[in-house]
């Protein structure tokens, strides 16, 4: 199945075409003459013109996210179950619904559930449903998630936070046993297909004794790993214009906007670079948001290192990047795939060097 369609292209060669466009105060923004508006419109004909990739809803540029979903089709088709793993905030849920809309479980109902927002005592009752008078104020008969799920697919989000008790019941329903609602007398049988996501080690729970292995092992039928947003740049500018443009599609990200948020860490990864945008968007007094409206925090460093070892660092990385040069024959978009960098950060760094020697050639005595 075909999951590329043609989208706004958000990265790559982008940013250059966003240098003829001038900020506009927004107050102004309506009393806009011709010239302007023209300018406007053929920013948009441009973005439009650019392809990216959405696969199965999710905005991506990245070799490594694409491996991802290219391992999502190829499962899709199944009924194994799949353990998603993560940081919080980097995109898991975004590929357990990729998982369902590429199956053929697609037309058939999503139920998803976090494990961890819920006290112990109500899992069990959402997850299997009651019977009238189970419990006190339990005054009519409700199905659980898996009954709601019966067809389709049931995404467990956090199951790393699932007690032992729980953990038991619901490794025997994945192993097909029929189970009992809550006060219920008769067995209820469903056949939903289990997608699971976790930011824990699940394998060192297990270790640790605080997660069942065998349940461990009837999830882990195909696991996925969802790398962090700092691992995988080119997706920073592609999502950064996605939720701009959600916020207000006429508001446009300046070069050095572009160059923080590559630069950034995103320890809260696709979850905080959503929030960065939305209050940029909000708070900005021009069309054009530059960095200082992003307000982004600096993330936190290690030991501050000697100006003599910054100096050897940076000698070090412009080695590596000229052999991956080398090694792409010059692409640079290649280069910046092997480097796990967006082309953007690679040609910034190429023109720095450039600088950096032209510097040092005119400091040298005659």
């Given at each position: 199945?075909?999951?590329?369609?043609?989208?706004?292209?958000?990265?790559?060669g982008?940013?250059?075409?966003?240098?003829?466009?001038?900020?506009?105060?927004?107050?102004?923004?309506?009393?806009?003459?011709?010239?302007?508006?023209?300018?406007?419109?053929?920013?948009?004909?441009?973005?439009?013109?650019?392809?990216?990739?959405?696969?199965?809803?999710?905005?991506?540029?990245?070799?490594?996210?694409?491996?991802?979903?290219?391992?999502?089709?190829?499962?899709?088709?199944?009924?194994?179950?799949?353990?998603?793993?993560?940081?919080?905030?980097?995109?898991?849920?975004?590929?357990?619904?990729?998982?369902?809309?590429?199956?053929?479980?697609?037309?058939?109902?999503?139920?998803?559930?976090?494990?961890?927002?819920?006290?112990?005592?109500?899992?069990?009752?959402?997850?299997?449903?009651?019977?009238?008078?189970?419990?006190?104020g339990?005054?009519?008969?409700?199905?659980?998630?898996?009954?709601?799920?019966?067809?389709?697919?049931?995404?467990?989000?956090?199951?790393?936070?699932?007690?032992?008790?729980?953990?038991?019941?619901?490794?025997?329903?994945?192993?097909?046993?029929?189970?009992?609602?809550?006060?219920?007398?008769?067995?209820?049988?469903?056949?939903?297909r289990?997608?699971a996501?976790?930011?824990?080690?699940?394998?060192?729970?297990?270790?640790?004794?605080?997660?069942?292995?065998?349940?461990?092992?009837?999830?882990?039928?195909?696991?996925?790993?969802?790398?962090?947003?700092?691992?995988?740049?080119?997706?920073?500018?592609p999502?950064?214009?996605?939720?701009?443009?959600?916020?207000?599609?006429?508001?446009?990200?300046?070069?050095?906007?572009?160059?923080?948020?590559?630069d950034?860490?995103?320890?809260?990864n696709?979850?905080?670079?959503?929030?960065?945008?939305?209050?940029?968007?909000?708070?900005?007094?021009?069309?054009?948001i530059?960095?200082?409206?992003?307000?982004?925090?600096?993330?936190?460093?290690g030991?501050?290192?000697?100006?003599?070892?910054?100096?050897?660092?940076?000698?070090?990385?412009?080695?590596?990047?000229?052999?991956?040069?080398?090694?792409?024959?010059?692409?640079q978009?290649?280069?910046?795939?092997?480097?796990?960098?967006?082309?953007?950060?690679?040609?910034?760094?190429?023109?720095?060097?450039?600088?950096r020697?032209?510097?040092?050639?005119?400091?040298?005595?005659?």
């Amino acid at each position: 199945m075909a999951m590329t369609a043609k989208v706004l292209s958000l990265g790559g060669g982008t940013a250059g075409r966003f240098n003829f466009h001038r900020a506009v105060p927004r107050h102004n923004q309506e009393d806009a003459g011709p010239e302007t508006r023209y300018r406007q419109d053929h920013l948009r004909a441009a973005q439009a013109q650019d392809e990216g990739n959405i696969l199965s809803g999710a905005v991506v540029r990245s070799e490594r996210m694409k491996a991802v979903f290219r391992l999502v089709e190829k499962i899709a088709r199944t009924n194994a179950t799949v353990l998603i793993g993560g940081e919080s905030g980097s995109g898991k849920e975004v590929v357990a619904r990729a998982v369902h809309n590429l199956s053929l479980r697609c037309e058939r109902p999503w139920v998803d559930i976090n494990c961890g927002a819920l006290p112990d005592h109500l899992v069990e009752s959402e997850l299997f449903g009651y019977e009238k008078g189970a419990f006190s104020g339990a005054e009519g008969q409700k199905p659980g998630m898996f009954e709601l799920a019966s067809g389709g697919t049931l995404f467990l989000d956090e199951i790393g936070e699932l007690d032992a008790k729980m953990q038991v019941k619901l490794l025997r329903v994945l192993d097909g046993v029929p189970y009992y609602r809550l006060g219920g007398t008769r067995k209820v049988a469903v056949d939903a297909r289990i997608v699971a996501a976790t930011n824990k080690n699940l394998e060192q729970a297990v270790e640790a004794g605080t997660f069942r292995g065998d349940l461990y092992h009837r999830l882990n039928q195909v696991s996925i790993q969802v790398p962090p947003l700092r691992e995988r740049v080119e997706d920073v500018a592609p999502l950064a214009y996605h939720f701009l443009h959600e916020v207000d599609p006429r508001l446009e990200l300046g070069e050095d906007a572009l160059n923080a948020l590559e630069d950034h860490g995103w320890p809260g990864n696709v979850r905080e670079l959503r929030n960065a945008i939305t209050r940029a968007a909000v708070l900005a007094e021009s069309w054009e948001i530059r960095a200082a409206d992003l307000s982004l925090r600096p993330c936190p460093q290690g030991p501050v290192a000697r100006p003599e070892l910054k100096s050897q660092l940076g000698g070090l990385e412009e080695q590596v990047i000229r052999e991956a040069l080398e090694k792409s024959g010059g692409r640079q978009d290649v280069a910046a795939g092997l480097l796990g960098i967006s082309r953007r950060t690679l040609l910034r760094r190429l023109k720095e060097y450039k600088t950096r020697a032209s510097t040092e050639v005119c400091a040298s005595p005659a």
